[in-house]
């Protein structure tokens, strides 16, 4: 499988005109997909996010050959039936570019602080395998008779189905428990930033999930460029992801950090970086 590239565009500190001229110049450079965040507040971050569901639909409508995910949705903001006919619809929206990325919430303070759910890392994590059970029968359009530990769910007629056969679905996290479902569940799971530097430990855990990775990269070396970064000139940058393309790295998820960098960084990364990583 030649590897691909996504673009992450978390929505903070960028207003959606921004957000939609960098999701439409990836399409226009060859990207395969674009990824939002499912947050609405995130700690140390000021003036909270944009709402990755409204902004995904509405960036699908704007485009036409991208796909367009979330790295991840937490499964505790959303209903199972509500989340798999958001995604049918989504998916009959973009003719059939859904990609679904699920996780069980990051930020502990984001949940309780905005009054979503208390319930510890042990208990979201089996809500979510509980979920998936109901949102495959959701987004299939058949009926759902469920009864279980978190939801009960009664419905005989079913609905609209999505446009593909099966929405690719990526979970996120490294923790065993995470992993397990991942590698159980999942056509992909996506390993964050600071955890790349395990990949060579992580991917065997991975059973058939192809793999996914996520990267904060800048072409500068500024002091002030925010995070786990990766730095250097593009030669350096193809070395790296090439070293994880490998392991089993198949999909690339990289978020130019630089803020002065815009779709020129896009573009430099898609003619300098990326050919070096498929062999193009």
Known sequence: MTPTFGLYLPQVRRSFAQL????????????EAVWFMDHLAL???????LEGWTVATAIAARTSTVRVGHLVLCESFRNPVLLGRMAVTLDQISGGRLNLGLGWGSSPSELTGLGFTADPPRVRRARLAELLDVLGLVVSGRPVDHAGEFFTVRDPQGGPAAV???IPLTIGGVGDGTMALARERADWWNCWAPDTARLGELIPRTGKARVSANYEIAFSHRADVPGFVLTGPPRELARRLC???DLG?????VQMVDPAGGVRDLRRFMKEVAPAVTGG
């Open 249 to 253: 790295v198949r999909h690339f998820v």
């Open 43 to 49: 700690p140390g971050v000021p003036g909270g996010a």
């Open 20 to 31: 939609a001229t960098l999701a439409e110049a990836a399409e226009d450079l060859g990207f």
């Open 243 to 245: 070293a994880d393309r």
């Open 164 to 166: 593909q056969s099966r």
